[in-house]
């Protein structure tokens, strides 16, 4: 069992849409990061949380400690967020990431 | 602007061939990583260096060797040894705790081994 699990794999969503991506991990963490992979490759971090919830336009992430669990949402999709989400936790002693595999996210007009 | 510099975005390499990825940081970070990234799967760690002169191994370190001179440069270098050296490679830094955790990436080589 991979130690950060992301659903879906696959999301499809018509502009407009309000979207959820999820990420559990099972690990102890000091740091939950979502970043954002475009089809060039280059990954841009968007969020990095460690309690709460955090907003950033349309985007807010939230974790719940105690669960080991956290969302991703996006709040009026639009076609430009068409990308892979992927979800990173760093470990507490250690300054790695360990990733989840991503989900691929396309927004149609 | 600070960042993390890789280069070059694209490369092409005959079988046999060692080749050198480049990444290059001006965030003054201490910590520099190398990951890699393969089509249905998360990001795996090569190497990384926490201080200038000092790197440990990640999860799948054969077939790989970095070096760590400077603090700004932690360059690869992808060697005969590995076996399935086509992949996607990311550089990335941070401050390590406790001085913070935030993480920063570079736009990626693109390796095909011919």
């Known amino acids: 069992k991979n130690e950060v699990e992301q659903s879906p794999q696959n999301l499809t969503a018509q502009e407009g849409e309000f979207i959820t991506i999820n990420c559990s991990y099972s690990?102890?963490?000091?740091?939950l990061h979502w970043l954002q992979q475009h089809p060039g490759g280059g990954i841009v971090s968007l969020f990095m949380l460690s309690s709460g919830k955090k907003k950033h336009g349309r985007l807010i992430a939230t974790i719940n400690i105690q669960e080991k669990h956290s969302s991703l949402h996006i709040t009026a999709s639009h076609p430009r967020d068409s990308a892979v989400y992927i979800c990173?936790?760093?470990?507490?002693?250690?300054?790695?990431?360990?990733f989840g595999k991503g989900t691929k996210l396309s927004v149609k007009p | 602007d600070g960042g993390i510099t890789q280069s070059p975005k694209y490369l092409f390499r005959k079988e046999g061939q060692n080749v050198t990825l480049s990444c290059e940081q001006n965030l003054n970070h201490d910590a520099m990583y190398w990951y890699r990234q393969d089509p249905g799967q998360g990001l795996r760690l090569i190497y990384y260096?926490?201080?200038?002169?000092?790197?440990q191994k990640g999860d799948i370190a054969e077939g790989y060797s970095v070096s760590r001179e400077k603090k700004e440069s932690f360059p690869l270098t992808v060697t005969s040894a590995q076996k399935n050296p086509t992949a996607f490679y990311l550089c990335?830094?941070?401050?390590?705790?406790?001085?913070?955790?935030?993480?920063?990436f570079g736009q990626g080589t693109r390796l095909t081994v011919v």
């Open positions: 990173a936790v760093r470990r507490g002693s250690q300054g790695n990431l360990i």
């Open positions: 260096s926490q201080i200038v002169n000092d790197f």
């Open positions: 990335a830094s941070s401050i390590d705790p406790p001085h913070g955790t935030e993480a920063f």
């Open positions: 690990v102890g963490i000091s740091a």
